[in-house]
């Protein structure tokens, strides 16, 4: 019987184990599969490169996913069988609740060993692999490091303007590059054509510009002036500063192997330098594989004695413990990273803590078990505690209403329907909810440490953050909802007894249809109103109150460079935004060849209320045939179509911005000669996106109605499969817009296209 029991268990954890890694996973990497599609489309990278990327990604994220979904695995079991009196019944047969916990515990114990190669092994591996990778392909394909219409600072020192990159990715043209290598000289260069080579065996990539010129003049003296044109010259880059485009390292110890990170945290220390960071990271990678152990030791004897609701509180209860399990670590590793811990006792003292805990409550359910058997039986007895109502009830318990009341007889059907289906929502709202929270916390909690923001700017940025978080998922959540519904509506036979009472399939759906219709309007509603508003006291409570930083529009910024039309350009080395100046402004003035026309230098340029004021400066106009002509000035007041706001005003990311704001946005840029073709796919998309909770329902139906007998395990992989397929399709088309491939318009909609077409069809397949 044991044996029995324990196959029982391991069966029972399986499916949503993994799809709890699924899950976490999922929602950890979909923001990277845009990226991905754009290296693909966009950029020309091989496909298979781009997977490898993804695959080295994966063991980072998953040494954090397994402890964590094997808890939400843990507390669904656990709460499902006390729920069901199965474990009244163990109880019963003679086996305690410290024998049920054998079989969980060899479950941990396996998750622990998976962590544990992780750790150990792969992630150090990755680490090292993902950087050598992300080389590899910046190295074939320079030109993913620059992009047209943008200043790339991709390449150290160098600034690189490119009018147009070809479809080749090889061919430039209009070229401004500035040499920012000596802050004494200004050196730039102009090129009406360039082409990009790479020599991969030297590991150096040339940029040949044709036909241009050379100014340089010195930065203490703008007398000094030399212009030098060319027909061709090559310039060698550094293929090392490619890689500053990449994410960042703040941890190098975590790409060390373990034997590695040993030998050089004692070299360091034997060297009198600090090593502290190598031993902590060594203690982690021992200490949290057993996080999985711990998560099971509190988990569940707290979930053994739960009474009904155990699952709707699965989530809630691992967001709990899972909380106070990452806040306790990363506010010790912060103590022992400012040595007053030792790492050991910093690093080990969360595992020690929830296993004592875990080891009281294991003592208090052996020495006491619930007693909720009994009384649910004596509450069933009693007519207490009743199963959520079915359809069937429903219907009898109208017919007991006065038959004067036609409205509960008429839309009956509807109200039980919406009424099923706004409590599938909210419980998706509910674990959505949890869900952000758990990730945001995975990715944020060594910022937390290192800035120690007070806890009411973390909860303030939670508010902000999660309605903007929720909006987004909510589209997953409606397809969720949808297939839950209509698998019980099969799986019960109710679908069954309406379509033979005459009620046909497009009967039944029609008030989900209605009611996502209600849904995508309201998304409208909440994009164009509360949404913006949101999103910039977020950015404000995350740049300023967490980050102290000042806001944007009041910080000073250095080496800007910025294009105000199709023939200006200004380079500021100093901008202040509170002094209502900028110190080293040179103004460039190009025709469509990309030669100078004028060019302006000045030490400092105020903004008064009358206009620009320039003091100490030169101003050059050249000639077609290559003279130049200089006026030195001292104090010039100066006429600019721009303001200082025009430097100095924050703009919101366009997925942060309502429709409106965007596409005042847009006509801004295409006023002023710029290239608008992938903000328009992001203005396009603001109308499509609303109505994605129409198209999936229309696709929900039908396939969660292909197996009646499925469970909400398969409905949520199914769900997440036709998400999954739905960003990569939206990607891709985006993708192919920045290639020129798609109009704007077309790949801001294809996804919804291709979606509605499978879900009409198959809806208009299905047995009505």
Do not use: C
Not at 120 to 127: D, I
Not at 456 to 478: C, D, K, N, S, W
């Amino acid at each position: 019987m044991t044996r029995l029991l324990d196959r029982y268990v391991f069966r029972e954890l399986t499916a949503p184990f993994l799809l709890g890694v699924g899950l976490f996973t999922f929602f950890l990497t979909i923001d990277r599969i845009y990226q991905l599609t754009d290296l693909v489309v966009t950029k020309g990278v091989p496909f298979h490169l781009v997977l490898q990327l993804l695959l080295y990604m994966l063991p980072s994220f998953l040494a954090h996913t397994l402890p964590i979904a094997f808890l939400v695995a843990v507390l669904l079991v656990t709460g499902r069988m006390a729920y069901d009196l199965e474990v009244v019944a163990l109880k019963a047969s003679g086996v305690s609740p410290l024998r049920l916990f054998a079989p969980f515990l060899a479950a941990g114990l396996v998750v622990t060993a998976l962590t544990a190669v992780l750790t150990l092994a792969l992630n150090p591996w990755a680490n090292t692999a993902f950087q050598r990778q992300l080389f590899t392909i910046l190295q074939a394909r320079a030109s993913t490091g620059i992009k047209d219409r943008v200043f790339n600072t991709a390449f150290g020192q160098f600034v690189i303007y490119v009018e147009e990159v070809s479809a080749s990715q090889v061919g430039l043209r209009g070229l401004l590059v500035a040499d920012e290598r000596d802050p004494k000289l200004s050196r730039l260069i102009t090129a009406h054509q360039g082409r990009l080579f790479t020599d991969q065996e030297n590991r150096r990539i040339t940029l040949r510009l044709i036909d241009g010129a050379i100014h340089e003049s010195d930065v203490g003296d703008p007398a000094r002036y030399r212009q030098t044109t060319f027909a061709l010259y090559d310039m060698n880059l550094s293929v090392e500063s490619l890689l500053k485009s990449a994410p960042r390292i703040d941890k190098p110890e975590k790409d060390l192997g373990l034997f590695e990170l040993l030998r050089t945290a004692r070299e360091l220390a034997g060297q009198g330098q600090i090593a502290t960071s190598h031993f902590t990271e060594f203690h982690k990678r021992f200490a949290f594989p057993l996080a999985a152990v711990v998560f099971l030791m509190v988990g569940f004897p707290l979930e053994i004695r739960a009474r009904r609701g155990s699952r709707s509180l699965a989530l809630v209860g691992s967001l709990v413990i899972v909380v106070t399990y990452y806040l306790l670590l990363t506010t010790l590793e912060g103590h022992a990273l400012a040595r007053r811990l030792p790492p050991a006792v910093a690093i080990w003292t969360p595992n020690v803590v929830f296993g004592i805990v875990g080891l009281v409550l294991l003592r208090a359910s052996a020495v006491q078990v619930p007693r909720e058997g009994a009384s649910l039986f004596r509450r069933l007895r009693l007519g207490w505690g009743r199963p959520a109502p079915t359809l069937g009830r429903s219907v009898r318990r109208s017919r007991a209403r006065p038959f004067w009341a036609p409205r509960d007889s008429s839309y009956l059907v509807d109200r039980y329907l919406l009424r099923e289906f706004l409590t599938y929502l909210g419980y998706g709202v509910g674990v959505g909810a949890v869900l952000f929270v758990v990730v945001d916390l995975l990715r944020s909690l060594d910022r937390y440490f290192r800035v120690k923001p007070p806890l009411l700017y973390i909860l303030e940025h939670f508010v902000y953050r999660l309605p903007a978080a929720l909006y987004e998922g909510l589209p997953l959540i409606v397809l969720v909802s949808t297939i839950f519904l209509f698998l019980a509506l099969s799986r019960q036979h109710e679908l069954t007894a309406l379509k033979a009472a005459g009620v046909s399939l497009y009967r039944v759906s029609s008030p989900i249809v209605l009611l996502a219709f209600g849904l995508s309007a309201g998304s409208v509603i909440f994009q164009e109103t509360l949404l913006p508003g949101l999103n910039a006291m977020g950015e404000e409570v995350d740049r300023v109150k967490i980050r102290g930083q000042l806001p944007r529009h009041l910080q000073r910024r250095t080496q800007i460079w910025y294009r105000s039309s199709e023939a200006r350009f200004y380079r500021i080395e100093l901008l202040d935004p509170a002094g209502q100046q900028m110190d080293g402004v040179t103004i460039l003035e190009i025709n469509p060849n990309f030669r100078f026309l004028s060019r302006l230098d000045a030490a400092r340029a105020h903004w008064t209320r009358h206009g620009w004021e320039f003091e100490r400066g030169m101003f050059r106009e050249f000639t077609p045939e290559g003279g130049v002509e200089a006026m030195p000035f001292t104090l010039t007041p100066l006429e600019l179509e721009e303001s200082i706001e025009t430097f100095t005003q924050s703009q919101q990311p366009p997925e942060t911005m309502s429709f409106r704001d965007l596409r005042d946005y847009v006509n801004k840029l295409r006023e002023s000669g710029h290239q608008v073709e992938k903000y328009l796919v992001q203005l396009y998309s603001k109308l499509s996106f609303p109505l994605i909770h129409v198209i999936l329902v229309f696709v929900a139906i039908p396939l969660a109605l292909q197996w009646p007998q499925g469970g909400r395990v398969l409905g949520i992989a199914l769900a997440i499969v036709l998400a999954l397929g739905y960003w990569v399709v939206s990607s891709l088309a985006q993708s192919f817009a920045k290639a020129d491939l798609l109009p704007p318009l077309l790949a801001a909609w294809t996804a919804n296209i291709v979606f509605a077409g499978v879900g009409v069809s198959l809806f208009l397949r299905t047995r009505t």
